[in-house]
């Protein structure tokens, strides 16, 4: 499933701060009003701009950013990945509590994991603070990634960035602008730190999807009667 949208964009600031493995709870929450020059933004200080509604995650519109998601047969989102010429960015949110960031620990996990795999990964500076670079071998060769990690409100945006934007943020244009321009509605249920929130299709596309399923099943149906 493929989605081309176009976007413009703005961003929130990052913290990278400790977390522990318990249960995250609303109770925790307190207001934070205070509006964010840049994203991600969190859905109570987003300002209003078109975006693709994917439940959990709102992805604003950027010329030539093509929004390419894996769902299942029920709608629900395992992938998503913004691609834009050459480069492409990878998102996932997932649960964190609302007094302390999880990048910092989310980061070492993945330096451990691609060391693991015989990986060497180095930690850069970027936008939202401490970014992680690693050459990574796949079956297309070695590929260049750049995580990127950004702590919000009960919630962390992980991002990954491929082909030449991984070397060169500069580069990295509109998928960046899409990155500043995200919006996390990570909703009031407690979930346990690092659980993936929930994605969905949006509701016009998921009925169509349903819709052609039906269309699909009707029409191989007489066949199988004649057999």
Known sequence: MIFSRKRAGEARHA??????????????????????SRGPYDVSEAPDAPRLDLGSLQIP????????VQADPQGVIQQVVLVHGDNALQL?????????GIWDEVREEIRQSLYNDGAAAQEVQGEYGTELKARVRTPDGLT??????IDGPRWMVRGVYQGEAANNPAIAGPLAACLDGL???RGQEAKP???PLPLRLPREVAEQQAAEQQAATQQAAPGQREA
Do not use: I, K, M, N
């Open 144 to 149: 260049d990634l750049r995580f990127v990690g």
């Open 15 to 36: 913290r990278d701060e400790r977390a522990d493995e318990v249960l995250d709870s609303p109770a925790t929450e307190e207001s934070t009003a205070s509006a964010a």
């Open 183 to 185: 919006v996390v509605d």
């Open 92 to 100: 996932g949110v997932f649960a964190a509590p609302r007094s302390e």
């Open 61 to 68: 519109a950027v010329p030539d950013v093509e929004v390419r």
């Open 193 to 195: 730190v690092r659980e």
